[in-house]
């Protein structure tokens, strides 16, 4: 697929020498932005040897790294024949060289990530929304009272629309991830962070109130404009684009532009009013800024803790030392030392008896009970006394005969309401509380199994056929249940 091919134009960034090759295409970029296209190979020898000073790259080195750029079709080589001066000129061939686009868009890049070093920016641009808002207005007011303009102002209008979309996603998105990034975490964390958190949050909160205030009016006003009111104010901004001249290979169709501005214009509303997919990416973003307000109080409210813990406390005792001082009796000072420390050499008891779950229950209303204190040494041991193994046979046999006359009974009972071995739970009377939770526990081992066949206790091989679109009613002693239509077919 073309769209998936190989970046060959990438290959310098990463190869051996990526040294040489990046200094090289820096400094064609930085010719490209002084509108200067075409250089010598003299030239970028000599900024490689004078600026960078480079004193061992020679003439032979910065050939053969042009000819390989060349082949990665980041420069293109033009042949100068018109300023040939003599026959040796002529003969070696002297080229100029011109840098590509996929050469200048991969130096712009990475110039701005130099500038911005290894964090995200990003901004919070309230005013962004406004700027929106006002453009999508003057598109909305076009498309309601039909006066189409110019086609240079509706690419004007289409161009500011989507700058200011493409500001706001692009600062949102940068600086939600740096204040979600490890050291803006770390930062906060600090007690520097202090000072900075009111400004911080009156920034995030002003966000939150001008985004509010904005959003509901740009979500009013692109839920009134439709694909077919945009059709012809994109074929205007389509006739103003044609005006201007372009050497392209292949063009595309006028059908595919129209399309793919509705693209544009369909990810905004999706930005602001969500899909069937999910909910509004506006939504997500006031959602992360109050979660970002709400952690901010978290973390400033532990910051004033540890501060408290550890600040001193030399003024309080100065001014209870002064409480004691201005005491006239020992009698006096007593009382007050048992309101501000309690009560000294006081006995204190523990128990892991809780004898009741009321936590307003007093003191008082419980009952006295009994602790045992053992010495604590390592000597000590409780002392045990042997026991005898006793032969339980009589209770385990009148267990198990228990047991199989209660298994007797319930097989004659599922055998008086079965017909033609098929058991209808619609049609039985009210069954005691051991056949309802026997049923019931067929029921879980049926749908335990794909094919919902199970076998029981007795033995029997059992499949149970559910009908959701049925519902009927399960009488027991203990009460009555509405449930699916459930019918046990025994198998022999």
Request: proline share 2%.
């Amino acid at each position: 697929m073309q769209t998936y091919k190989k970046v060959m134009e990438a290959s310098y960034l990463t190869a051996e020498k990526s040294w040489s090759y990046r200094a090289i295409l820096r400094y064609f970029y930085i010719q490209h932005e002084k509108m200067r296209e075409f250089l010598f190979p003299e030239e970028i020898l000599a900024h490689m040897v004078t600026e960078l000073e480079w004193t061992d790259y020679t003439e032979e080195q910065l050939n053969q790294d042009l000819d390989q750029l060349v082949r990665w079709n980041n420069l293109i080589a033009r042949q100068e024949t018109g300023r040939a001066r003599t026959i040796e000129e002529f003969k070696k061939k002297r080229f100029r060289y011109q840098c590509t686009a996929y050469t200048v868009e991969f130096e712009r890049m990475l110039t701005a990530m130099e500038q911005d070093g290894e964090i995200f920016g990003g901004s919070l641009e309230k005013k962004e929304f406004e700027r929106l808002y006002e453009n999508l207005y003057k598109l909305e007011r076009i498309l309601r009272e039909n006066m189409m303009p110019s086609d240079e102002n509706c690419a004007h209008i289409w161009k500011d629309v989507f700058q200011s979309f493409k500001s706001i996603t692009k600062n949102t998105s940068d600086y939600i991830a740096h204040i979600n990034s490890e050291e803006a975490e770390e930062r906060m964390h600090t007690e520097a962070f202090l000072v900075f958190k009111d400004q911080f949050t009156t920034y995030l909160r002003d966000f939150i109130i001008e985004l509010q205030q904005t959003a509901l009016k740009i979500q009013h006003i692109l839920q009134t404009i439709t694909r077919e009111k945009l059709q012809p104010f994109i074929q205007g901004v389509l006739n103003y684009e044609k005006k201007t001249p372009r050497f392209e290979f292949k063009e595309k169709s006028e059908k595919e532009v129209i399309q793919a501005e509705l693209d544009k214009w369909q990810s905004i509303k999706v930005w602001f009013l969500g899909n069937e997919y999910g909910e509004s990416e506006l939504e997500m973003l006031e959602i992360r800024t109050n979660e970002q307000i709400r952690k901010i109080t978290r973390i400033v409210q532990r910051l004033g803790e540890r501060h408290h813990f550890t600040k001193s406390r030399k003024k309080d005792y100065l001014h209870l030392a002064s409480w004691f001082e201005s005491r006239d009796s020992i009698d006096e000072a007593h009382e007050l030392s048992a309101v501000v420390f309690g009560l000294f050499h006081t006995k204190k008891l523990f128990s892991d008896h809780v004898p009741t779950e009321n936590i307003y229950t007093s003191v008082w209303e419980e009952k006295p009970i009994l602790h045992r204190t053992t010495p604590r040494i390592r000597q000590y041991r409780e002392k045990t006394r042997p026991g005898a193994i006793i032969i339980q046979k009589e209770k385990q046999e009148e267990a198990k005969q228990a047991h199989l006359a209660q298994l007797a009974l319930e097989k004659e009972m599922i055998a008086t309401y079965m017909q033609n071995n098929v058991l209808d739970i619609q049609t039985l009377p009210t069954v005691p509380v051991f056949v309802r939770k026997m049923l019931l526990n067929w029921v879980g081992k049926a749908m335990s199994h794909k094919d919902h066949t199970f076998q029981t206790e007795h033995g029997h091989k059992v499949k149970m056929v559910l009908d959701d679109t049925k519902k009927m009613i399960l009488r027991a002693e203990d009460g009555d249940m509405t449930m699916p239509s459930i019918i046990f077919h025994f198998q022999k």
